[in-house]
């Protein structure tokens, strides 16, 4: 018995998901067929469309993974974590040589950060060498690489990591270089992360704009960016906004539960605030002339305890309504999924203040503290199980 199906855009084009209504029987060879085995045969069609929804819908989501904690578990549990819950992607802010071991083999897709004290040794371009060679280049290809962010939220006016922003520029170039000297710049793409500071101007998204004082650092960097055909990480966080300015900004526009648009812009309507964060973004490296440059949310999260607006029920809200939302893109950029890394995998303890201990989707334990769904599922072989053959139509 053969089977032949055809789907209209099963795989989910241009990220508009279609609905079992999409399917459509085409015919049976021969037509002599039982009819439990076209329920069998259906059924399987259906859980492999279903499966293939369900993986797509988060494959652009990653977990940071953070360790700033004394009570948390083992690189190699953590790596058993993400593989038993299908997180694919992983933020990992500096090169930790047991996460790294543990990481071999896995499949895992890697977002390697430079951490913010390296960034004056790498601005020697021999030092980058010699710092890819042993944290990238000898794990790689059994460790996936994705991304090299050379150093996290620096700004040369902040007084903390002011005097850092100087090295930035020559450290990204080293490490480019390095990478490229290894024959590995179209795998890795070397960026740099990026909180929301560093915007000027935010409203409307359409007038995003960075502030005049950053400009001469940030230019070099988004130029260099552009031409390196690489995107740009930013950390979003609608809490902060929201804590900031609850008067002005609602948690219902935050937490992804407007039941309407709360803010109209050029004939965009807004129902979130994390898609007028990142539009005001997008804006912006435009204002900056870097229209086609790319961004990655490189963090985004809810704290569950330790603050204002923080509750179990408001983070889980943030992050399961964040996980679904990212597929469908922006307003401004409509129909592109957004890659966004949730903040953080654990609660970490030996974090300051208060509030900055309760960002984890699992606590210590690895117990997930809120029940999140990152895809799953086999894609069934129904060919060799059935004896059928799939055919798939786009109507692309």
């Known amino acids: 018995m053969q089977c032949v199906f055809y789907i209209k855009s ?17 015919q049976w060879l021969p037509s002599s067929t039982s009819n439990s085995s076209f329920t069998a045969a259906i059924i399987l069609l259906l859980g492999l469309f279903t499966a293939n929804l369900d993986i797509t819908g988060a494959e652009s989501v990653g ?9 948390l578990p083992s690189a190699w549990e953590v790596i058993e974590l993400y593989k038993s819950r299908n997180i694919r992607r992983m ?13 071999r083999g896995s499949n895992i897709e ?3 950060g430079v951490p913010n004290s390296d960034l004056q040794n790498l601005a020697n371009p021999s030092n980058a060498q010699s710092w890819v ?14 991304y090299i962010a050379v150093g996290n939220e620096v700004s040369p006016v902040n007084g903390g990591t002011a005097w850092l922003a100087q090295f930035v520029l020559p450290a990204l170039v080293n490490v480019f270089n390095a990478v490229r000297s290894a024959g590995l710049h179209n795998d890795i793409k070397v960026s740099i992360a990026i909180d929301m500071t560093l915007i000027g101007n935010s409203y409307p998204p359409s007038a995003g704009a960075f502030r005049g004082d950053v400009r001469s650092y940030l230019d070099p960097i988004i130029g260099h960016l552009a031409w390196a055909s690489t995107p740009l990480l930013a950390n979003i966080y609608p809490y902060f906004s929201h804590a900031g300015n609850p008067r002005d900004i609602s948690l219902p526009y935050a937490l992804f539960t407007s039941p309407s648009p709360v803010a109209w812009d050029q004939g965009r309507g807004y129902q979130n605030l994390f ?8 804006s912006a490296l435009e204002n900056a002339g870097q229209p086609s440059l790319g961004v990655v949310v490189s963090e985004s999260g809810w704290p569950s305890a330790g603050g204002f607006a923080t509750s179990v029920e408001n983070a889980q809200t943030y992050l399961s ?7 469908g893109g922006t307003p401004k950029r409509p129909g592109r999924a957004i890659e966004t890394y949730l903040f953080a995998l654990f609660d970490e303890n030996q974090k300051e203040p208060e509030l900055e201990k309760h960002f ?36 692309m």
């Open 10 to 26: 099963l795989m989910v084009w241009g990220n508009q998901k279609h609905s079992p209504s999409d399917l459509v029987y085409s």
């Open 63 to 71: 977990v940071c993974y953070g360790m700033l904690g004394n009570n």
């Open 91 to 103: 933020r990992l802010y500096d090169p930790n040589p047991a996460a790294l071991q543990a990481l």
């Open 110 to 112: 890697v977002m390697l």
């Open 133 to 146: 060679q042993r944290n990238v280049v000898s794990y790689w290809p059994s460790v996936r690489f994705r």
């Open 275 to 282: 898609d007028a964060m990142l539009d005001a973004l997008y």
């Open 321 to 327: 309504k964040l996980i679904g939302h990212v597929q």
């Open 360 to 395: 984890g989707l699992f606590s210590p334990n690895k117990q997930p503290k809120y029940p999140l769904s990152f895809g799953g599922g086999r894609i069934l072989d129904v060919s060799a199980e059935y004896n059928a053959t799939i055919s798939l139509k786009s109507d």
